[in-house]
Structures are given as C-alpha cells and as structure tokens.
C-alpha cells in the first residue's frame, strides 16, 4: 500500500494543475517551433528532439518541473481537475525520451534510429518506472504509476504488454491514500495523450472547463483519421494501438461466441462520423440483410464478422504530430499507391474508344486543366521539356502566366510548409 508523505505549507503551490498545464503548454510551443524550422510537414521527429535538447528553454521547462514537490494535491477537488492534471503529467513520455536521448549524447552514443519504441518491453518497462517526480503528497511517482495506475486504475493492461503487468498491475486498495487524488478512469484519455509513435493521437493540452467537449472530439477525430473502412473489398482497418486499449471500450470480446474484435468495431462504428461511418454500420448490417449469419462461424463455432479486419502497426520511430494529418499519411502508406483502381469501375479505356472520342471532339476545344503559378514555377525549374507538354494541356501559354507571380500571392511561409517539392502529383497539373 501506497504512504503518503508529510506536506509542507510553506512550499505549497496553490493549485497543481495550472502549474502543470503551463509546462506542458511551454513545452508543446517550443517543440511546434524546432519542428517547423526542421521539416516542412512541422512533425516533431527525431532530429527535433535532438535539437530541442540542447536550447535553454528546454533546460528552464526541466526545472521548473521542481515546483511538483510542493504541488498541493488537495486543491484537486473535480473530476476534471483530477484527469486534466495527471493527463498532463502523462505527455511528461516526451520528456522522458528526450532525457534518455540528452543522456545518450552525454556518453558519446547515437540513437538517431533508436528510440522507445524501438526497445523491448522489458527496457521499456525499466524506462517508464525510472523517470519519476516528487509529487505533493503522493510523493515520489514513477511514470509508469501515472500511466499505469493512476489514469487507469481498475482498467485491464494493455494488450502489448503480453501479460508482463498481469502481476505488476492491480486496482488499489480501497484504504490505498492515494485513492484521495487519482480521478476516476475515463478511457477516452488514450486518445488526448501520447506514446511518441505514428499511431499516437495529436498532443493536446488538457483545460478542467472543457474536458468533457476535448476528450468528445479528440475521440471522434482520432476514429475518423486512424481508421479506414473499404466498403467494396469488405476490409476494415484499425491502428494496433487502439487494438491494445480496445477492452477499455468494450468487454464483448471475452464472450465464447463474440466474434474477435467485434465490440470494438462496434464502439467504432458508434462514434466516428461521415461516409466511414455510414460504410462501416453497412458492413456490419450484411449478415442481417443477407442472412449469414449461418455461415459466418468457424470450425470452433465462435462467430467471425462478414468482413476482413486488419491492424495498422506500430511502427518503431519517434513522431510526436500536433494534428492527425500523419493518421491520414498512414492510411495512405499502408494501402499503397493504386491509381487504376480508384477509377470508376464503368470507365472504358480502350484505344480505339479514345480516338473515337477524339475524332468526334476534333474543331471544339478540349477541356483543358487549370495551372497553378506555384506549380508552373516548379515545372519549369525542374523540367523544360515537361514544362512544354504541360502548356499544350493548360488554359494558358506558360509565358502568358509568368504576370500572376505578384508579391502578395502568398500570404506567408505558412502555405509551403505543408509540401515539400517532391510530393508534386498529378492533382496540381
């Protein structure tokens, strides 16, 4: 059982969770600014950390950690309060994997393809109890306690631990003090925090007053962007780190004759939004409309969902996004590049059809294709001979655009931060 430490007054911080949200706020500004100096997408990445470790204000961010000592836990009096502050504390996974990199850099090494996820569970596990904080009253807290214990106290561990916490994890006593401070679990917090990977949600900053509309819409955005649903091959597609946390969502998978991860796709299904939503409730609803639900049990008479359900992994690199634009890249990653499929099914590609066309259009003039200058400027840059094709299929010679480059076309640097050169496709010619 857990001991709660003497408090001291006289270093009493009034209230911890404002104390916490503008470290985590000054952190998060400072990693958006070394992201966008260091790549165009502004993702903070390996080499940002890299950066950030050696500036000032990081090493300020590190001290004023120290002012947690004297945090007044008391003073957490709502639910709110409770989760906002120690989900906060729980994006400290940041700093502890800058810390293990600064130290690293220290002793001479290089881990510019190692990170956290890169290691075994059992170093991970060493790594989340060793970076810890002097908190208030509760004492000394282990990240892996403010991840593990506090945020989820009651809840099952997660799947990717393949049973290592079985024994290391248990809902504490109800004497337990520090019971007093930790919130009631709300598994929505997996989506509002971050493990640094690809499949992480985008890093937030928790506020008291409108948790409850934060965790709503980080829920709802991170189900719209991470999961993919392919109404015509039949095919679902789910981030593996909400695979781990699904029997948070949903205990219907221990039941004999559930199919294996139907309660989640459920859960899904529920609560994202848009075209996906409607496709995957269609998905579900075939057996009923169908009547197969006869056939869709296998040799062990447990029930298997009439579409294919697949995982998006984990992929072992440092990613830290403040938007889930990279949800979107992962779709695209995992899926891969096929542009004939995406056509529509009744299109007729044929030779002959297309002089046939062609003949019929010859003396009107073709539909031609807009160019953008910014486009222009790069195909002409790049590639003269392209430049010269892409003006037989433009509104406009090329040397008749060259007036629209004004000074004020772009407002800023903001709008060439999103792409770099060569991500030119097809959709901008």
Request: net charge negative.
């Amino acid at each position: 059982m857990n001991q709660l430490v003497p408090f001291k007054r006289r270093n009493t911080v009034s209230n911890p969770e404002p104390v916490v949200r503008e470290i985590m706020t000054k952190l998060v500004f400072l990693m958006k600014d070394i992201a966008k100096q260091n790549n165009a997408k502004g993702i903070f990445e390996i080499s940002s950390a890299k950066m950030m470790i050696k500036t000032a204000e990081f090493a300020d961010l590190i001290s004023s950690t120290q002012k947690l000592n004297g945090a007044d836990l008391d003073k957490l009096q709502s639910k709110e309060e409770k989760v906002s502050f120690f989900g906060k504390l729980t994006k400290s996974h940041v700093y502890s994997y800058v810390l293990i990199l600064e130290e690293d850099n220290d002793t001479g090494g290089d881990k510019s393809a190692m990170c956290f996820t890169d290691l075994n569970l059992i170093d991970q596990l060493l790594h989340l109890n060793i970076f810890s904080y002097h908190l208030g009253q509760m004492g000394i807290v282990s990240l892996f306690d403010v991840k593990y214990l506090i945020n989820r106290n009651g809840l099952l561990p997660p799947s990717k631990w393949n049973g290592l916490l079985e024994n290391r994890i248990s809902e504490l006593d109800i004497e337990d003090p520090w019971n007093r401070y930790i919130p009631s679990p709300d598994p929505r917090i997996l989506f509002v925090t971050t493990n640094c990977t690809n499949l992480s949600p985008a890093v937030q900053i928790l506020i008291p007053e409108l948790l409850k509309s934060q965790l709503q819409l980080a829920m709802r955005g991170y189900l719209d962007d991470g999961v993919s649903v392919n109404k015509d091959n039949r095919k679902v597609t789910i981030p593996q780190l909400l695979l781990w946390y699904k029997h948070d969502f949903s205990h219907q998978q221990v039941q004999e004759f559930s199919a294996e991860n139907e309660g989640i796709i459920h859960i899904i299904a529920g609560h994202m939004t848009g075209q996906q939503q409607t496709s995957l409730q269609e998905l579900l609803e075939i057996d009923r409309v169908h009547s197969y639900s006869g056939e869709n049990i296998d040799e062990t008479g447990r029930k298997e969902l009439p579409f294919k359900v697949e995982e998006q992994s984990v992929r072992g690199e440092f990613l830290v996004a403040f938007d889930n634009t990279h949800l979107l890249q992962n779709q695209i990653f995992t899926k891969g590049h096929k542009r004939m499929t995406s056509l529509p099914k009744n299109i007729d590609l044929s030779i002959s059809k297309s002089v046939t066309s062609s003949t019929k259009s010859f003396g009107k003039y073709a539909p031609k294709h807009s160019l953008t200058p910014a486009t222009l400027e790069y195909v002409k840059l790049e590639c003269p001979l392209v430049a010269t094709l892409v003006s037989l299929v433009c509104d406009d010679e090329l040397d008749d655009l060259d007036p629209q480059f004004a000074e004020d076309h772009f407002s800023g640097d903001e709008n060439l931060r999103g792409r770099a050169p060569s991500e030119i496709s097809l959709v901008d010619i």
